[in-house]
């Protein structure tokens, strides 16, 4: 079994490598960070650095790998050290608005783009990409966050997409979205205050949730969005 998860350095990135170790112990784990290579070390798993936002890293990394199983997109990004989330419209800005999309959108179309052909096979295969429930219109009760919301929103929109457009090419794959619920990690450091503890989940308990929903997904549940807990969201 060949696994690529990119931002595993990330904190449900990091926990998703770790934990495949443990559990797929016939498993090659291929990795990426951007900035900091994780200390995880073994010899079952593959570090590459990359930016997720440049073709050029997306493809090079797919001619270095033949075939996978199973990818997992867990980059993404949620503010910046000079810009939070929006609290009103107000705020709007196209530079954070561009950088949204281009950490949260962008990578899963080239690593669709890239990795169709590795995801080609007979047994079941899953593309993953970890959205947030934000990103659901139909959800949507609050507003804010106008910014990540809208690119969110546009990560669902390519996934479904791309989960039609596999159907005939791909059958046996799986293309699916993930919420992981607020997980304590660098992303949501800055939010945690009013999120009662109960609600917060550490980056291990969310990977083990998302093994849980691969070991129990089939090709027919893929163009869907599922939370953590294995239940469906709008889109
Ligand atoms: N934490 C939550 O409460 C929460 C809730 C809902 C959804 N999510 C989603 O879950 C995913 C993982 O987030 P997290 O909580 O694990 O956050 P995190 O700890 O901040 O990790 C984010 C990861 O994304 C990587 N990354 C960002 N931009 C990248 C790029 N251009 N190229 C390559 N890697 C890039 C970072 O790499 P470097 O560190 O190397 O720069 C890091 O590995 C994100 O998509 C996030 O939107 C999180």
Excluded at 142 to 157: D, E, V
Aim: aromatic residues 12%; proline residues 5%; glycine residues 6%.
């Amino acid at each position: 079994m060949k696994i690529l998860i990119i931002g595993g350095s990330g904190g449900i990135g990091t926990a998703l490598v770790s934990l495949f170790v443990t559990s797929k112990p016939e498993a090659i784990i291929y990795a990426t960070y951007r900035t900091h290579r994780p200390l995880i070390e073994n010899n079952r798993v593959r570090w590459y650095q990359l930016d997720a936002t440049s073709e050029q890293d997306v493809r090079a990394l797919a001619n270095s790998i033949t075939s996978l199983d199973i990818l997992i997109n867990a980059a993404g990004s949620l503010h910046l050290p000079s810009r939070k989330p929006e609290k009103s419209v107000n705020e709007f800005n196209p530079d954070f608005f561009n950088h949204n999309i281009q950490s949260n959108v962008v990578p899963t179309m080239y690593l669709a783009k890239y990795f169709a052909k590795h995801l080609k096979s007979k047994q079941g295969t899953y593309f993953i990409a970890i959205s947030a429930r934000i990103g659901s219109i139909e959800d949507n009760k609050i507003g804010g966050w106008i910014s990540y919301r809208c690119s969110k929103a546009a990560l669902n929109m390519a996934i479904k997409t791309i989960s039609i457009e596999w159907k005939h090419k791909l059958p046996n794959c799986c293309v699916f979205a993930f919420h992981p619920g607020t997980t304590d990690t660098n992303l949501s450091k800055p939010f945690q205050r009013n999120v009662p503890s109960n609600k917060l989940f550490t980056s291990d308990y969310v990977a083990y949730c998302l093994l849980e929903l691969l070991d129990a997904a089939e090709p027919t549940d893929s163009g869907k969005f599922f939370s953590y807990d294995g239940t469906e969201i709008p889109w």
